[in-house]
């Protein structure tokens, strides 16, 4: 019985250990995973701090730029006045629209819907301290995965009070 005794002992303690060990990597994953979707957050969150800079910059100043697009999510130009990321993520953000950034043009703000996270750079037009607006445009697809988006001056219109500046982008 001494030695059937030992052998129960040594398969009690290495299931202990085993389920020890499965529990571990269960509550790990789930921390790996949330530490990937807050830098994959943060990278979005740059990408367009730095794309709203070069929008600015091309308005004010004139001629092109290019920004590269390193995000696996697609980029959507809504309207004429937003552009768009989403993408998913199960970092806890609240379900209502959160300001990240506001400019004087411009603010970055940011919705979870479900576990789909919609990141927007959004130009206002209704300033009544400003006398111009942002107007965006593309030739191409509205809805793309780019490698390089392109940023170019267009004309100019007016619009009752308000001028409105082209901002041209292409999605390559």
């Known amino acids: 019985m001494k030695g059937a005794s030992e052998v129960i002992v040594f398969v009690l303690l290495f299931l202990i250990g085993v389920s ?40 004010k100043f004139g001629g092109k730029d290019s920004i590269d697009y390193g995000i696996n999510a697609p980029i959507e130009l809504v309207g004429t006045n937003i552009i768009e990321i989403r993408t998913t993520m199960t970092v806890d953000i609240p379900n209502e629209w959160i300001n990240i950034t506001v400019g004087e043009n ?27 607006a942002i107007h965006l445009e593309t030739d191409r697809p509205r809805v793309a995965t780019p490698q390089k988006i392109y940023i170019e001056r267009g004309n100019s219109f007016k619009s009752g009070e308000i001028t409105y500046n082209s901002i041209k982008l292409t999605f390559q």
Not at 24 to 38: A, G
Not at 107 to 129: A, C
């Open 20 to 59: 020890l060990f499965l529990s571990s990597v269960v509550w790990s994953q789930s921390l790996f995973e949330r530490n990937s979707d807050m830098a994959k957050l943060n990278s979005v969150e740059a990408f367009m701090n730095q794309l709203d800079s070069k929008i600015q910059n091309v308005m």
């Open 106 to 132: 411009s603010e970055i703000r940011e919705i979870k819907e479900g576990t789909i996270l919609r990141l927007q750079l959004f130009y206002s037009d209704d300033n009544p301290e400003r006398s111009y």
